[in-house]
């Protein structure tokens, strides 16, 4: 059976992750506040901030900056945009 949580990021229920996907406190928030779709959302915007900023994963600097990124796109309303991002037209 799918675990379900009331996702903050899509403001509904749906189905949860089968687990923390991040360790600490904050890993702790996503798994019971963040649904599955949230996060792979989260991903994929992770992906655009990674290449098109050129970041150095083996960077803490980098790292830090991402999980910054990560609780203030999920519980925040967004994060920062790549510079010169330009959304796709729907």
């Keep these: 059976m799918t675990r379900m949580?009331?996702?903050v990021?899509?403001?509904?229920?749906a189905p949860?992750?089968?687990y923390a996907p991040y360790p600490g406190e904050l890993g702790a928030r996503i798994y019971n506040q963040i649904s599955h779709e949230a996060?792979?959302?989260w991903k994929?915007?992770?992906?655009?901030?990674?290449?098109?900023?050129r970041l150095n994963l083996a960077?803490?600097?980098?790292?830090?900056y991402l999980a910054r990124q990560?609780?203030?796109?999920?519980?925040?309303?967004?994060?920062?945009?790549?510079?010169g991002y330009v959304p796709p037209e729907a």
């Design 16 to 18: 949860g992750m089968t």
């Design 59 to 64: 960077d803490l600097r980098a790292r830090q």
């Design 5 to 7: 949580v009331q996702c």
């Design 44 to 53: 994929r915007h992770q992906t655009m901030l990674v290449n098109e900023n």
């Design 39 to 41: 996060f792979e959302a």
């Design 9 to 13: 990021y899509l403001k509904k229920e």
């Design 70 to 83: 990560m609780e203030q796109f999920l519980f925040g309303g967004g994060g920062d945009q790549p510079a």
